[in-house]
Nanobody
Framework: QVRLVESGGGEVQSGGSLRLSCAVS????????LGWYRQAPGNQRELVAS???????NYTDSVRGRFAISRDNVWNRLYLQMNVLKPEDTAVYYC?????????WGQGTQVTVSS
């Protein structure tokens, strides 16, 4: 059974930092691409950052240069380091992966950035 569990969200002031973690089980972790998504109230869920099995990364324009995605293939964890946070980064953040044509999601972790 594929399971993803996010942690590390919280409330910070504008300009602050947070590090999100996602513990993944039920897949051969090192072989899979992973991603961080976010969804703000009234908005669609959007891809924030992704990382391939070979550690190639991609970011949406609004976070490039402020966020960094990484993975630990020993402990089967995905990370998102978020710096210089802005109020518009406020959202529920989800980690995600796919296996055999199915997409799996965690329960999400709330990030709130106050001005």
């Amino acid at each position: 059974q594929v399971r993803l569990v996010e942690s590390g969200g919280g409330e910070v002031q504008s300009g602050g930092s947070l590090r999100l973690s996602c513990a993944v089980s039920g897949i051969n972790f090192k072989l899979h691409a992973l991603g961080w998504y976010r969804q703000a109230p009234g908005n669609q869920r959007e891809l924030v950052a992704s990382i391939t099995s070979s550690h190639d990364t991609n970011y949406t324009d609004s976070v490039r240069g402020r966020f960094a995605i990484s993975r630990d293939n020993v402990w089967n964890r995905l990370y998102l380091q978020m710096n210089v946070l802005k109020p518009e980064d406020t959202a529920v953040y989800y980690c995600s992966t796919s296996r055999q044509g199915r997409t799996f999601w965690g329960q999400g972790t709330q990030v709130t950035v106050s001005s």
